[in-house]
C-alpha cells in the first residue's frame, strides 16, 4: 500500500492505516479529543507536545489550514488518527491542506482509522503510549522500538515548548467582523505571563482584558519576576497550561512555591492549575483517559450556571486541596474539580481552558475577574 | 429547583393532521411532552385532531381531546378542565398560532403559557419585531423591508435590486414566499403573500441565493443556561426552503471561530427574543467569498430540525425542553443514553444526512422547482462515518428505487440546466455531471452547492470507474467500496452482477457491517441505550460480536419515509407493535430510517436500528441478531415488498406468511382465490398490450379503472369513460409490457365502499371495524372521509360483510391484520382489495373502539390465541361474540375520518380527487351523532362549515340529477344558492330558487369576481376537468387561494347539509376520549 503506516498501541492492538502526514517513526502518548471543530488549533496546542491525538470527528481536513488559527509557532503534537482525511477543504479562510501542513511541521497524519474504536479502547483501558511508524511494520519491531523509548512520564517537553527569549505579546483575542486579530488598547496594567507551552490565544485574551503580557521562558530566574513585581512593574503572573505530567516539572514547582510565598497575585491555567497545586504540597493525580473536547459542563459554584467548556488534560488535582482552597469551578460529568481560589493567597486557578480555540466562549470572564484582581489587590 | 408544584394541570396542544410543513415530528416530540409530564405527576390535557398519533392513544394523556384545534374549542377544553398552563411549543405552527391567536383576544386569561412567553413567540414570530431584536444585538441581516399592500411592496423594488424573496408573516413552512427575479414575477409572489398572511404582511428581502445556510439547535434553561445540541448545514444553498434542502450534520465547513460565532449569536438571539426555557430553532447564512454571516430566523419552539437533531445526536430536545418549561434547569437532568447530566453538548463521530421526500408524480401540474416554500412530504436520515457512506445510504434509504448516485439520462445541456434549477434530484445531477466530465469549479458556478460536498460526490463517481467484473475477487477493493457506501445493489449494478452475488462474495470476504451505537458523546462515555447504525470500516478493528440473547426478540421493519399513501399511521402501528412486545416481554428491534417519527424515539423499542429498509441492511440485522420473528405488516408497502426475499434468507416472518402476502398481491392467484370461495369482484382483465386494454374495456363495459399493475396510494390510476379517454391514457400515463402489465377494472359508478379493518389467528376473527366511505367509489380509499360506524347500510349486507370477511381471512390463512375494501353496488357486495397487513385506517378504529388492534395483531402473529389477545387489551370491555366474529360493541359515539390534502403548498396542484391519493393526512370528528362527528371532521381539517351565506353549485351533469334533493335542502337552511346557467336553469326546472351568475368565460362579473370578493361562503364543485376545463380549474383555485370552505362531491355535499340541520339542534359539545370510550 501507499502511504503504508504501521501502529502498535501499549496494549498489544497492532493496525495499519494510510498516511498524509509526515513520514518517519514517532513514538508517544495517544488520547482522544471529541471537538466537532478546531482541529488546527488542536494540533498546534503546545499541551499536545508528545502525544497522538485521535480525532473522534470523523471528517478531518475539510476547511484547510491557515495562519492566522495556530494556537503556537509550530505543533509540537506526534501525530494525528483520523477516520476520513479530506485534501481538498472548503473554507474562504482556508490557505493549505492539513496534509501540507503536518509535512511541513513534522507531525504524523494517520487516516482510514477507526477512532471510534480506538477511543472505546483508551475509555477502556486509559491513556497509553504507541509507535507510529512509516518505515516499520512489523509489530516485533514496533514494539520493541515502543519499549526502547521513555514514557511521557518521564519527559520534560516543557523546555521544548516554552519560548526561550522574553517577549512582549502584541495581539488581542479574534474579531471575527474583520476576520482578524485586535489591536490591544492602552493596557491598565502589566503581567507577566511564565510559558509553559502556552497557547496564543490565552495571550490574547489576557490583552484583550486589559493587560500588558510579558511572555518569559519556563526556565526564568525567578528573582526576576519578584523583582518586577516587587518594583511595581508588573501587577501579577500568569501560569501557562502546558504537555505532559505536572510531577516531572520540579524547578517550575519551585519556582512558583516561591512565587506564592511572595504573594504576588496569580492565575493559573490547565498545568498552570496543576503546578500551583504542587507547589502548594498537593500532588496531582492522573485520569484514566483525561478531558480532551470541547463539551464538558462545568459548574461555576459562585454564579451556578453551567459553563459548555474546551478541555485537555490528563491530570487533575487531589480533592484534599480543598483543606487549603475553595471549589469555584466543578466538572459535572466526573465531578472533578476545575477551578480553585486560593484561601489565605490571591491566587486562583482554573483547569478547563476559558481562552477557548477551540471551543465555546462563555469562560472568557475569566480573564476579565484575573485583571480585575490584580488591580485590585 | 425541581419541579413547579404551583400548577397542576397543563394544556399540551398537539399539531393536527400531517401537512406539507407539519409532520410526525410533532407527534415524536409530543408524546415526549405528554410522557414527561405525566411522570412528573401533572395532570395533561391534551388535544389533537389527528388520530393517527401515538400521542392521542387514551392511555398517553389524562384527558385527550380529538377534537379540532380551533380557538373556541381550545377556549371550551380549558373551562373543562381548569387548565393552569399551556405548553404551545410542542405543536409545530398550528399549536404556536393557536395559542398566540387566543391569546390576543384575551382568550387565555389566568393560564400561564409554558416554553415560551407569548411577548418572545411574538418577537421571534413578527418579522419586523425580529428584525428590530436582531437590530438592537449588532447581528447582520439581509437588507429588507415590509409592504401591506402591493404598492408598497412595488416601491421597495427600487430600493433592493432583483432578486428579492417575498416572506408572507405568520405562515407555516414559508407558505406565501417565493423568489422573484423579475417585476412580473414579484408582482405575482407579492400579491400571494399578502393573501396568504393572516395580518396581510410581506417582507421584502435581499437575495442570499447561493449563500450556505446552517441551522443551530439551541435549548436554554430558566438559569440562562445554553448548549447547542446539534449544528446542521445544508447542501442545498440558500433559496431552498430547509425542509426541502439535503441537510448534514454536523456543519462540515466551518473553522472553530466561524462555528462559535455562530453559537454566541445563537445565545444571544434566544436571550434578546426572551425565550426562557425550551429549544429554539436559529438559521443562519453564510457568503462563502467572504464569510460574511447574516441571520435567516428563529423558531421559538421545537422544530422539524429539533426533532431530526435529536435523531441525529440521540439527545431528546423535545423532552429537555419540556423538563426545563416546568422548573428545571440544565444539570438537573439526565442524559439518558450516557447517565451523565443533560448540560453539555452532544457531539458526533459520524456524519448525518437528511434528504427530503417529494411526490411530484401525483402532482404531474405542479412545478417541482424548490423554492422557499416548502413542498416534500417525507424525509430519511441516514447515518455513516463519512459523508460519502452517509449521503449514498440516505439516496438509497429514499424508497424512489435508487441504488445510490444512479445514471441520468438526458443531454448535457438537460443535466446543465437541472443543476442550474433547484430540483428534487439536483444531488444525482450533480453525481451525473461528474461523471460526464464536469469540474468542480463549473459545477460549483452553476449549482452554487459548497465544494466540499461536490469534491465528495466526485470521489465517488471517480470511483465507480474501480468497479468492474473483477470486484467479487477483490477483497481490498469490495471492502473500500463498501465503506464509501456503496450498497451492494449499486455494486451489482456497476459490475454486473446481481445482488445476491455481491452479497455473497462480501461474506466470503468477511467483509460485514458493524454497528456503533448513536450515543451523544463520540464514545467518551458508555452508551446505556442500544441505538445503532452500520458501517463499513476500510481497516476495521471492531472484532465481530455476538448478540446475546436472553429471551424472545422480535424485529419491526418501519415503513420508512412519510410519503402520500404511507404516512404516519403505519408508524403508530409499529410503535403499537413495539409496546405490545414489551407487554408480552419480547425484545423489541425498531428499524426504520425515518427521523419524523416515534418509531425511532430511542426509548420506544428496546433496540433501534437507524437504517435504509433495503434487503441488504435490514438481511444483515437478521444475521445479527437472529430474531425470533420479523414483523412486516405494519410498516406499509416498504416492509412487505422484502417478505419474500427475506422469507427465502430464512428469516422467520411473525404472522400472516409471504405466500399468503402473495396471493393477495397477485391478481391471478386472488381472483382464483375469489373463485373458489364464491366471492364477487368487479369484472376485470390484465393487458399487456394497448389493444389488450381496449379489448378487455370493450368486454366488461365503461367505464373502467385503469392502473398499472403495481401501484402505491393508487398512483397513475385513473376512470375512463370511453375508449378516447383510455387511448389517450394508455399513450401518456403508462408504458405497458410484458414486464408492466395495465390493470382494468370495471368500475362500480356510484358503489358505496367499506373498509374493514380485522385481525384472525387462523381460526377465528375480529373484525375491529367496518367503516362507510362517505364519497362514493372511485375516490380513494385513502382521500376519501369515512364513518365508523356505519350510517346507511343494511344489517343484512352488514352481515354479508362479516361473513365474507371471516371467508377470506381463514381462506388465506391470515395471522394478524387484514385490510378489505368492498363496494356496495345494487345492493351487492363485491370485493375490490384484501390487504393482509395494517391499514391506513388502523389508529382510526383503535381509537374509535378502545381496543388497539396493531397491539392485539401482535400477540396473536407470535401465536397467541385471538380471543386472549382481545381479552387483554380489552380494557373498555367491548368485545361481543356475534355472527361468527368477534366485534367490539360500540358505544353511543360515532367517529369520522376526513382527509387533508396539500392542494394549498404545490402550487398548481388540483383540488379534484379521484382514484390517486393525494392527502397527506387526516384528521377524526368524534360526537354522538354521525352529522356533528363530520362537521367536526369538517373544522379540523380546516374545511369549516359556514351556518349562513350563499352557496355556489357548480355540478357536473351526471350528478345533477342526484343534487335536487340537496339544493333544496340548502334552501330550508336559509342559504342562497349561486349557480352558473347551466345549473341554475336546471333548479329553476325543478323548482328550486337561484340566482344566476356568469360563468369566468361569460364576461365580468363573474363568479369568480364574487369568490374573491368573499360574497360566497360555501362552494359546491362537483364539475370534472372533461365537462368545463378551464372554468372549473380557475375557480378551484380561487377556492384554495381565499380558504373558501368548499366539498367536491355530493356525498360529502349531503353530509354537510346533514351537519348543518343537525347544528341548529344541538350544541358542539367537547369531550375527551376517554369519557367516550368508558361511557
Known amino acids: ?377 | 429547583m425541581p419541579k413547579r408544584e404551583d400548577i397542576k394541570t397543563i394544556l399540551l396542544i398537539g399539531s393536527g393532521p400531517i401537512v406539507i410543513g407539519q409532520a410526525s415530528e410533532f407527534d415524536y416530540s409530543g408524546t415526549q411532552a405528554v410522557k414527561t409530564l405525566k411522570s412528573l405527576g401533572y395532570r395533561v390535557v391534551l388535544i389533537n385532531s389527528n388520530p393517527a398519533t401515538i400521542m392521542t392513544d387514551p392511555e398517553f394523556a389524562d384527558r385527550t381531546y380529538i377534537e379540532p384545534i380551533d380557538e373556541q374549542v381550545i377556549a371550551d377544553i380549558i373551562k373543562k378542565e381548569n387548565v393552569d398552563a399551556i405548553l404551545p411549543t410542542m405543536g409545530g405552527q398550528t399549536a404556536l398560532n393557536a395559542a398566540m391567536s387566543m391569546y390576543e383576544k384575551g382568550m387565555l386569561e389566568g393560564v400561564e403559557f409554558l416554553g415560551a412567553k407569548p411577548e418572545a413567540i411574538k418577537k421571534g414570530e413578527d418579522r419586523q419585531l425580529f428584525k428590530e431584536a436582531m437590530q438592537k444585538i449588532g447581528m447582520d441581516l439581509p437588507k429588507s423591508k415590509y409592504a401591506y399592500n402591493i404598492d408598497e411592496a412595488m416601491e421597495v423594488t427600487k430600493e433592493i435590486g432583483f432578486p428579492l424573496i417575498i416572506r408572507a408573516s405568520f405562515t407555516l413552512a414559508g407558505g406565501g414566499s417565493g423568489v422573484a427575479y423579475n417585476i412580473e414575477e414579484f408582482k405575482d409572489i407579492a400579491q400571494k403573500g399578502l393573501d396568504a398572511s393572516p395580518i396581510n404582511e410581506i417582507l421584502i428581502e435581499e437575495s442570499l441565493l447561493g449563500w450556505k445556510e446552517y441551522e443551530m439547535e439551541v435549548i436554554r434553561d430558566r438559569e440562562d443556561n445554553c448548549i447547542i445540541v446539534c449544528s446542521i448545514e445544508n447542501f442545498d444553498p440558500m433559496g431552498v426552503h430547509t425542509g426541502d434542502s439535503i441537510t448534514v450534520a454536523p456543519a462540515l465547513t466551518l473553522t472553530d471561530k466561524e462555528y462559535q460565532h455562530m453559537r454566541n449569536a445563537s445565545f444571544a438571539v434566544l436571550r434578546e427574543i426572551g425565550v426562557d426555557t425550551g429549544g429554539s430553532n436559529v438559521q443562519f447564512s453564510i457568503n462563502p467569498a467572504d464569510g460574511r454571516m447574516t441571520i435567516i430566523e428563529m423558531n421559538p419552539r421545537v422544530s422539524r430540525s429539533s426533532a431530526l437533531a435529536s435523531k441525529a445526536t440521540g439527545y431528546p430536545i423535545a423532552k429537555v425542553a419540556t423538563l426545563l418549561a416546568v422548573g428545571f434547569t440544565l444539570d438537573e437532568i439526565t442524559n439518558d443514553i450516557t447517565g451523565t447530566p443533560a448540560s453539555f453538548e452532544p457531539v458526533i463521530d459520524y456524519v448525518v444526512t437528511k434528504v427530503p421526500r417529494f411526490t411530484f408524480e401525483k402532482f404531474p401540474e405542479a412545478s417541482s422547482t424548490l423554492g422557499t416554500s416548502m413542498k416534500s412530504v417525507g424525509e430519511v436520515m441516514a447515518i455513516g462515518r463519512t459523508f460519502k457512506e452517509s449521503v449514498q445510504k440516505a439516496l438509497y434509504s429514499l424508497e424512489t428505487g435508487l441504488t445510490g448516485f444512479d445514471e441520468i439520462r438526458g443531454s448535457d445541456e438537460d443535466i446543465v440546466h437541472e443543476l442550474r434549477r433547484p430540483n428534487s434530484e439536483r444531488i444525482l445531477y450533480i453525481g451525473e455531471a461528474f461523471r460526464r466530465g464536469m469540474s468542480i469549479d463549473e459545477v460549483f458556478q452553476i449549482s452554487k452547492v459548497d465544494p466540499w460536498f461536490l469534491y465528495h460526490i466526485e470521489e465517488i463517481i471517480k470511483f465507480e470507474e474501480n468497479i468492474d467484473y473483477s470486484i467479487l475477487e477483490n477483497a481490498t477493493l469490495l471492502r473500500e467500496a463498501k465503506s464509501m457506501g456503496f450498497s451492494d445493489s449499486r455494486i451489482a449494478k456497476l459490475s454486473s452482477f446481481s445482488e445476491t452475488q455481491v452479497r455473497v462474495s462480501r461474506k466470503r470476504f468477511g467483509i460485514n457491517h458493524q454497528y456503533n451505537e448513536v450515543d451523544t458523546c463520540s464514545a467518551e462515555f458508555e452508551a446505556l441505550t442500544p441505538y445503532l447504525y452500520s458501517t463499513v470500516e476500510k481497516n476495521p478493528l471492531q472484532p465481530e460480536e455476538e448478540e446475546e440473547k436472553e429471551r424472545k426478540r422480535v424485529l419491526i421493519l418501519g415503513g420508512g419515509p412519510n410519503r402520500i399513501g404511507q404516512g404516519i399511521e403505519f408508524d403508530y402501528c409499529c410503535v403499537h407493535s413495539s409496546f405490545a412486545l414489551k407487554d408480552m416481554n419480547v425484545e423489541s428491534i425498531m428499524y426504520n430510517c425515518n427521523p419524523e417519527t416515534v418509531s425511532t424515539d430511542y426509548d420506544t423499542s428496546d433496540k433501534l436500528y437507524f437504517e435504509p429498509i433495503d434487503f441488504e441492511h435490514v438481511a444483515s440485522i437478521i444475521d445479527r441478531e437472529q430474531p425470533d420473528g420479523v414483523i412486516v405488516h405494519f410498516g406499509g408497502q416498504t416492509p412487505l415488498k422484502l417478505a419474500n426475499a427475506l422469507t427465502e434468507y430464512g428469516a422467520k416472518i411473525a404472522g400472516t406468511p409471504a405466500s399468503v402476502i402473495d396471493i393477495a398481491e397477485d391478481r391471478e392467484k386472488f381472483s382464483q382465490f375469489l373463485r373458489k370461495h364464491n366471492l364477487k369482484q368487479p369484472e376485470n382483465g390484465t393487458a399487456t398490450t394497448k389493444d389488450g386494454a381496449y379489448r378487455i374495456a370493450n368486454e366488461i363495459g365503461y367505464p373502467v379503472l385503469v392502473r398499472p399493475s403495481y401501484v402505491l396510494g393508487g398512483r397513475a390510476m385513473r376512470i375512463v369513460y370511453n375508449q378516447s379517454e383510455l387511448e389517450q391514457y394508455m399513450e401518456e400515463a403508462v408504458s405497458v409490457s410484458n414486464e408492466s402489465p395495465v390493470l382494468v377494472d370495471k368500475f362500480l359508478d356510484r358503489a358505496i365502499e367499506l373498509d374493514v379493518d380485522a385481525i384472525s389467528d387462523g381460526t377465528s376473527v375480529y373484525l375491529g371495524g367496518v367503516m362507510q366511505h362517505i364519497e362514493e367509489a372511485g375516490i380513494h380509499s385513502g382521500d376519501s372521509a369515512c364513518s365508523l360506524p356505519t350510517v346507511s347500510i343494511s344489517d343484512e349486507i352488514l352481515k354479508e360483510i362479516d361473513a365474507t370477511t371471516k371467508t377470506i381471512a381463514l381462506g388465506l390463512g391470515v395471522r394478524g391484520l387484514m385490510n378489505i375494501q368492498y363496494a356496495i353496488y345494487q345492493d351487492e357486495v363485491f370485493l375490490i382489495e384484501v390487504n393482509p397487513r395494517a391499514s391506513r385506517t388502523v389508529p382510526f378504529v383503535s381509537k374509535t373502539t378502545g381496543i388497539p388492534m396493531a397491539k392485539v395483531a401482535t400477540r396473536v402473529m407470535l401465536g397467541e390465541e385471538l380471543k386472549s389477545a382481545l381479552d387483554f387489551y380489552d380494557k373498555y370491555e367491548v368485545i361481543k361474540f356475534e355472527d361468527g366474529v368477534y366485534k367490539p360493541q360500540l358505544k353511543d359515539h360515532v367517529a369520522v375520518k376526513e382527509a387533508v390534502f396539500p392542494f394549498n403548498k404545490i402550487d398548481g396542484a388540483d383540488l379534484i380527487l379521484g382514484p390517486e391519493m393525494k392527502s397527506t393526512g387526516e384528521v377524526m370528528g368524534i360526537s354522538n351523532s354521525f352529522p356533528i362527528s363530520f362537521a367536526k371532521s369538517q373544522l379540523a381539517s380546516k374545511n369549516r362549515i359556514p351556518r349562513e351565506g350563499k352557496v355556489f353549485i357548480s355540478l357536473n351533469n351526471l350528478d345533477k340529477e342526484h343534487s335536487l334533493e340537496i339544493a333544496k335542502d340548502f334552501v330550508d337552511l336559509g342559504f342562497k344558492i349561486v349557480a352558473t346557467s347551466g345549473t341554475h336553469k336546471y333548479f329553476r326546472e325543478n323548482g328550486i330558487e337561484s340566482e344566476a351568475v356568469l360563468k369566468i368565460s361569460e364576461g365580468r362579473p363573474n363568479i369568480d369576481d364574487k369568490l374573491k370578493n368573499g360574497e360566497i361562503a360555501l362552494v359546491i364543485n362537483t364539475s370534472d376537468n372533461r365537462s368545463s376545463k378551464n372554468d372549473a380549474k380557475l375557480i378551484r383555485q380561487t377556492v384554495l387561494r381565499e380558504s373558501i370552505p368548499y366539498f367536491t362531491t355530493l356525498a360529502a355535499t349531503k353530509a354537510t347539509t346533514e351537519a348543518l340541520k343537525e347544528m341548529k339542534l344541538h350544541r358542539f359539545d367537547v369531550t375527551p376520549i376517554q369519557d367516550y370510550l368508558s361511557e
Open chain 1, 1 to 377: 500500500m501507499e502511504n503504508r503506516v504501521s501502529i502498535y498501541l501499549e496494549n498489544g492492538l497492532f493496525f495499519e492505516g494510510e498516511s498524509f502526514g509526515a513520514d518517519g517513526t514517532s513514538v508517544g502518548e495517544i488520547v482522544f479529543n471529541t471537538s466537532l471543530t478546531g482541529y488546527q488549533e488542536i494540533i498546534s496546542d503546545p499541551s499536545y507536545a508528545g502525544q497522538f491525538i485521535t480525532f473522534t470527528t470523523s471528517e478531518i481536513g475539510n476547511v484547510g489550514t491557515n495562519l492566522q488559527d495556530m494556537e503556537s509557532a509550530k505543533s509540537f503534537s506526534k501525530g494525528i488518527f483520523v477516520r476520513s482525511y479530506n485534501e481538498r477543504y472548503s473554507n474562504f479562510r482556508g490557505e493549505q491542506s492539513l496534509s501540507k501542513f503536518l509535512k511541513e511541521q513534522g507531525v504524523m497524519g494517520i487516516a482510514e482509522i477507526d477512532t471510534r474504536f480506538i477511543t472505546k479502547t483508551l475509555r477502556k483501558d486509559g491513556a497509553m503510549m504507541m509507535v507510529a511508524s512509516t518505515e516499520f511494520h512489523t509489530e516485533d519491531k514496533l514494539k520493541a522500538i515502543l519499549q526502547n523509548s521513555p514514557r511521557i512520564e518521564d519527559i520534560n517537553y516543557i523546555d521544548e515548548v516554552s519560548t526561550k527569549e522574553s517577549y512582549i505579546h502584541q495581539f488581542g483575542n479574534y474579531d471575527i467582523s474583520k476576520f482578524d486579530y485586535k489591536v490591544p488598547n492602552k493596557p491598565k496594567a502589566k503581567i507577566i505571563a511564565v510559558d509553559f507551552g502556552v497557547k496564543r490565544n490565552i495571550l490574547n485574551e489576557l490583552v484583550t482584558a486589559g493587560v500588558e503580557v510579558e511572555v518569559v521562558p519556563n526556565t526564568i530566574d525567578v528573582e526576576y519576576i519578584l523583582q518586577k513585581y516587587s518594583s511595581g512593574e508588573i501587577k501579577g503572573v500568569f501560569l501557562s497550561n502546558g504537555p505532559g505530567d505536572p510531577l516531572v516539572l520540579t524547578n517550575e514547582a519551585e519556582m512558583i512555591e516561591k512565587l506564592v510565598k511572595a504573594d504576588i497575585p496569580m492565575f493559573g491555567i490547565c498545568l498552570g492549575h496543576q503546578l500551583l497545586s504542587i507547589a502548594n504540597g498537593y500532588r496531582t493525580e492522573k485520569l484514566k483517559f483525561g478531558h480532551h473536547g470541547g463539551n464538558h459542563p462545568v459548574k461555576n459554584l459562585k454564579t451556578g450556571a453551567v459553563e459548555i467548556t474546551s478541555q485537555n488534560h490528563n491530570y487533575s488535582v487531589p480533592d484534599n486541596i480543598v483543606e487549603i482552597a475553595d471549589v469555584t469551578h466543578k466538572n459535572l460529568f466526573d465531578d472533578t474539580i476545575e477551578g480553585l481560589i486560593y484561601k489565605d493567597r490571591p491566587i486562583f486557578s482554573v483547569q478547563h481552558h476559558p481562552e477557548a480555540s477551540p471551543g465555546p466562549h462563555e469562560s472568557n470572564y475569566i480573564f476579565t475577574e484575573f485583571v480585575k484582581h490584580i488591580i485590585e489587590s
